[in-house]
Structures are given as C-alpha cells and as structure tokens.
Nanobody
Framework: QVQLVESGGGLVQAGGSLRLSCAAS????????MGWFRQAPGKEREFVAA????????YYADSVKGRFTISRDNAKNTVYLQMNSLKPEDTAVYYC???????????WGQGTQVTVSS
C-alpha cells in the first residue's frame, strides 16, 4: 500500500490561488496513477483531477478544467494540484489518491481543507 499525506490547504478569497501537495511513501510511487478528489459538506466525494504514472496524461472534471492543474514529481514522490481562480463552490476537503489505474484508486490520504471566501 501507498501512504499519502496532503498539505497546502487553507483559507483564500475568491479569485485567489492555492497549491496542494501530496507526499507519498514507498518505492512504487512512480508506477501509480495519482488523483485528487474533494468532498463538500453534505455532498458525496467527487473527482477533481488525475494524472498517469509518467505525467503525460491528465484528466479534469469539467468544473475545474482551465483553472486547476495536476502535476507530479516522481523523484520527490509528490503530486501537486495548482488551483487558480478559486470559487466559493471549490470549498471542500481535498483528498489525494493513488492506484494502479486512473479508474482504480486504492490508497487515500487524510484530506486537507480548502475554504474559499466570497
């Protein structure tokens, strides 16, 4: 299993930016697809972004496309989510995930809170 720890969340005004980081343990990080999900109060967890093992392919939810960018640094065992032009509806707990396929995330972090004020 891969252990994941998110960081970088916080409070930001609408239109601002945040960069989330997810540090992974283990020697198999570079072979895993990575993703970000979020869960707002009273709502189900939803997909935000994903990246394949090499970083050559990325995928985004329609709600964040053009505003968020997912990237990874396999040498540092870290995946990032750059969030720009933040909106109040982006407020949620953001979770990092890892798995052998983008459609098969098996390991999850503890989450980091992102709050966007208006």
């Amino acid at each position: 299993q891969v252990q994941l720890v998110e960081s970088g969340g916080g409070l930001v005004q609408a239109g601002g930016s945040l960069r989330l980081s997810c540090a992974a343990s283990g020697r198999t990080f570079s072979s895993y697809a990575m993703g970000w999900f979020r869960q707002a109060p009273g709502k189900e967890r939803e997909f935000v972004a994903a990246i394949n093992w090499s970083g050559g392919n990325t995928y985004y939810a329609d709600s964040v496309k053009g505003r968020f960018t997912i990237s990874r640094d396999n040498a540092k065992n870290t995946v990032y989510l750059q969030m720009n032009s933040l909106k109040p509806e982006d407020t949620a707990v953001y979770y990092c995930a890892a798995g052998p396929l983008i459609s098969d995330f098996r390991s999850w972090g503890q989450g980091t809170q992102v709050t966007v004020s208006s």
